[in-house]
């Protein structure tokens, strides 16, 4: 998503005289709502489960520090996976000086007024912005918390607080050898005077962040009592399973349940304008019921449609669409030099959490309560209310740890699905899809097809560059307002705008060519950058062929005063082993460089390809400059994970649509990666003084371009759509032919699966 | 009515023959740490052990458990070998959503029941059949070692 858009509040210097402004307006000024003086004006509403009998001191809107001895945390974003509950106490510790295990986190209840991510201008996790949106504003709070308990200390002693100092939550004062616990200050510290300025550490004093601490949310997850969505049961709940119209844009016409409500255990049949839903008593007898349905589909407008028809249209829209200019330098015209030109075509994809899609819901005549782990809880209140004609304040959303967000858990779709069934019954239901619903009805990463070309010059230098892409844009209806004025959508040419190569003219423009009215597409993990960085770093992997030059050497003459990218190229290609070695045949390494989510990006990977056309991967090393590390053990995680959930894009993923409708189902065609596929991975941190970049997203940013970078050095082969085409890496038909023979009967009789597979393969 | 033998408690249930045992567990007997991933025994997020075997409880219909101890990741903790390969997920920081995890996990502590010092090709034929879309497989390996062995494979420095 666009992360340029709205202004970010913590910009705003804790000195500006037009600060106090801007808190007497309220707005999204919410990290620091406590400095207008009004510090402990709360207004947290009931749900947000912070206990309102206990007077506590609680400088802002994310930090509670209770007399009980408790610190509270109420997270701004949501936990998905991506580590940042353990990122965002580490914040917060670190200023208030206590330990980690200290802190209890919660997410926040839906409140954009107190919760907006000012880079998303919501509240919604998502753009790999946690850190980057928290780690000014949460380093304040801890700061000015630990000022005023200090100051109370100080009070009560009669001493000087900077005589005073403090470790896991206690403050002493060693010349007269006192101690005093926060939770004895609290009552007292609210009370002191909120400071006009606080001042964080000198980085140099860090005792948490920059280390890889353990994650707090790890223990519950290795032993089953973590309870993601799925897992709520409330009383008298019933589960439901669904299945809407596969054809998009299509109705209900009818349907006979007759059979369905003979099964023992189904309850209910419900029907939405788009949906049927069984309700039983578990989800199996509702499972059973669903397909004993006999339904009738109105298709509608889209029953014909066809992936093949839409990059067609693409292609049309492509050449003889309305561009609209992402970003110019120079003239790109009458510069004369060699022309390489590609055309490049990305799939729709599906997300695929591994918790399928789910939602439970009780709706009353005055309230209804919901059970969700979203992205979007503010959203998630706002379609209940429509489906419900409830006011916003009757709506409770209990937000749950997910089970995989990647952008689909941004989208509130299957909650306004699920409201609007259970609003039809007098219990709580539990709505759960089945994974062919969750791979039929998603919020599809939207197809592209990119046109670029370049000019080079004697060197084999590119002095004109033009990069137009086409394709749908989610933030028109995800985030209107956030638009550009010219109509751009800035994810569309996110990292291909602003390349790290210094070419002086450029143009690079988006054809709009949206989805036919029905079909969502939503944002996908690594988002605009995904698609763009993917054609670019091809790209130029052909323009450095074309010059008849080493694609890593090639990148590094072409970075002009660019030290952040130059450092991690270098360090990767020293890592790597780059240029060393002679790999064998069919052996490639392939690069990629890159500077998406304001971190800096290297990544080169080994693989073999062998002569049937099958990608093995053996060995990716990556290394990132993503400014001020929270946490090393969770970037490594992150960029391992990110790598292979692009590389499961790559190799495996790509939804079609044949008469409106997806026509894969489940893990079996829809493949992702398996551990068995998955090569050794190495992550090296180059140590950075920058503000934050984001994480969570850049490790899928950087996995396809360099996968098929590598596949391009062992096969001669380019590919320029995916998902990769098997067919067009075998190296001849008797290569086929060999991998029958060699098929043993004895691997059949072992049962052994997998090395028959790689045998095969 | 069928009698289960879940984590060595017998336990009555009035559901029907063909019910997965997954939903048995998740929805009847109230046992959430087994997850539903796929229902076609593609993901592995439904592991469970069934004498000790790793099983996808998706397809397992529940009387095909009868008379057979059940084990669920409720219960793996109370197994030598489970409880390592708890700790070495704990060490090694493996899981992120953590949704894959508890399968993940039942598949480990099966092979390393069966194998207590598997091959880099063991691990892949134990672990190919549960899926993560983190994509915490380079850590899901690296636990399994330092379960086997019991050595630190991954230096860690925690606070």
Not at chain 2, 28 to 33: A, D, I
Request: include cysteine; charged fraction near 20%; aromatic fraction near 6%.
């Amino acid at each position: 998503m666009n992360l340029r858009v709205p202004p970010s509040p913590h910009d705003v210097d804790l000195q500006s005289p037009s600060r106090r402004e801007l808190i007497k307006r309220g707005g999204l000024v919410v990290a620091f709502m406590w400095l207008g003086g009004a510090g402990r004006v709360w207004g947290l509403p009931d749900n947000a489960r912070l206990d309102p009998s206990h007077p506590a001191f609680a400088p802002n809107a994310f930090v509670r520090i209770g007399n009980d001895g408790s610190i509270q945390l109420v997270m701004p974003t949501v936990e998905m996976g991506q580590g940042s509950y353990t990122g965002q106490a580490t914040l917060l510790a670190e200023e208030l000086d206590v330990g980690l295990d200290q802190i209890t986190v919660e997410h926040a209840p839906p409140n954009r007024k107190l919760y907006a991510n000012p880079l998303l201008g919501d509240q919604a996790t998502g753009g790999s912005t946690t850190i980057r949106f928290c780690w000014t504003s949460l380093r304040n709070a801890g700061a000015a918390a630990r000022y005023m308990l200090v100051a109370a200390a100080a009070q009560r002693w009669k001493v000087d607080a900077a005589q005073c100092t403090v470790a896991r939550g206690v403050v002493t004062h060693a010349p007269t050898n006192r101690t005093l616990r926060y939770a004895e200050l609290a009552d007292a510290a609210s009370k002191v005077t909120m400071p006009d300025k606080v001042s964080p550490k000198d980085p140099k004093d860090f005792q948490l962040i920059g280390k890889p601490l353990r994650r707090v949310d790890t223990p519950a997850k290795v032993d089953g009592t973590l309870p993601f969505g799925i897992d709520i049961r409330v009383p008298g709940m019933k589960v439901a399973t669904v299945r809407a119209c596969p054809t998009f844009g299509g109705k209900l016409a009818s349907v006979d349940d007759t059979r369905a409500r003979a099964i023992p255990g189904v309850l209910k049949v419900v029907k939405t304008d788009n949906a049927v839903a069984v309700i039983g008593e578990h989800f199996w007898a509702a499972k059973q019921g669903l397909e004993a349905l006999d339904i009738t589909w109105e298709r509608g407008p889209n029953a014909s449609f066809s992936t093949g028809q839409l990059f067609k249209d693409l292609a049309e829209a492509s050449e003889h669409g309305k561009p609209i200019l992402g970003r110019e330098v120079g003239h790109v015209d009458n510069v004369k030099g060699k022309v390489v030109s590609a055309t490049y075509q990305l799939p729709l994809l599906a997300h695929a959490t591994m918790e399928p899609i789910n939602t439970t819901v009780h709706v009353r005549p005055d309230s209804c309560e919901i059970w969700v782990g979203t992205q979007v809880p503010a959203r998630c209140v706002d379609v209940a209310a429509k489906v419900t004609g409830l006011p916003p304040e009757s709506i409770t959303v209990h937000n749950q740890y997910l089970g995989g967000g990647f952008g689909r858990r941004l989208f509130e779709d299957s909650v306004e699905q699920a409201v609007a069934i259970a609003k039809q019954v007098d219990f709580p239901v539990k709505i759960v899809w089945t994974r062919e619903e969750d791979i039929a009805q998603d919020r599809y990463r939207p197809a592209y097809y990119d046109r670029i070309s370049a000019t080079l010059d004697d060197n084999g230098k590119p002095i004109a560059w033009t990069d137009r892409t086409t394709g749908a844009s989610v933030l028109a209806t995800f985030a209107p307002g956030a638009m550009g004025k010219n109509g751009l959508d800035g994810d569309l040419v996110e990292c291909s705008a602003e390349l790290p190569y210094a070419i002086p003219n450029m143009r690079v423009d988006w054809v709009r060519h949206d989805m036919p009215a029905g079909l969502a597409v939503g944002w996908w993990r690594g988002v605009g950058p995904t698609h763009n960085v993917y054609v670019v770093e091809s790209f130029v992997d052909e323009l450095a062929h074309a010059a008849g030059k080493d694609p890593l050497a090639y990148r590094r003459d072409l970075l002009g005063d660019n030290p952040r990218a130059r450092a991690v190229l270098e360090l990767a290609a020293q890592k790597a082993g780059w240029g060393q070695g002679q790999l064998p045949p069919r052996h490639g390494r392939g690069v990629a460089l890159a500077a998406p989510f304001g971190s800096y990006l290297c990544v080169v990977m080994d693989v073999e390809v062998t002569p049937q056309g099958e990608v093995i991967m053996k060995r990716a090393v990556a290394v990132v400059d993503c400014g001020w590390v929270v946490n090393p053990n969770t970037v490594e995680a992150q960029i391992q994970g990110g790598m292979v959930f692009g590389w499961s894009a790559a190799l495996y993923s790509g939804i079609t649509l044949k008469n409106g409708a997806v026509e894969q189902r489940n893990f079996n065609d829809y493949r992702v990666l398996r551990l068995n596929e998955t090569p050794e991975i190495e992550v090296h941190i180059v140590p950075s003084t920058e503000s934050p970049g984001g994480i969570g997203e850049t490790g899928t940013v950087m996995a396809m371009p360099a996968l098929t970078n590598a596949i391009f050095a062992a096969t001669g082969v380019r590919i320029r759509t995916l998902p990769i085409d098997r067919h067009a890496l075998v190296q001849d038909q008797n290569a086929l032919k060999a991998v029958l023979s060699d098929a043993t009967p004895a691997d059949a009789a072992s049962g052994d699966a997998a090395a028959t597979a790689r045998r095969l393969a | 009515m069928i009698v289960l033998t879940i984590n060595g408690h017998d336990t009555q249930v009035d559901v029907p023959d063909d019910m997965p045992l997954l939903w048995v567990l998740r929805d009847v007997v109230g046992l959430t740490g087994t997850k539903f991933g796929c229902g076609i025994a593609q993901c592995g997020a439904c592991t469970v052990h069934l004498d000790g075997q790793a099983v996808r409880s998706c397809v397992l219909p529940a009387s095909g458990a009868v008379g057979k101890k059940i084990t669920t990741i409720e219960g793996i903790g109370g197994t030598d070998v489970g409880k390592r390969v708890q700790q070495a997920w704990l060490g090694v920081e493996v899981a992120q959503c953590g949704y894959c995890q508890t399968g993940q996990i039942m598949s480990a502590a099966a092979l390393l029941a069966q194998k207590p010092s598997p091959t880099d090709a063991d691990i892949d034929t134990a672990m190919s059949g549960n899926l993560c879309r983190c994509g915490t497989y380079v850590r899901i390996r690296a636990a399994i070692k330092q379960a086997a062995t019991g050595t630190t494979v991954v230096p860690q420095t925690i606070a």
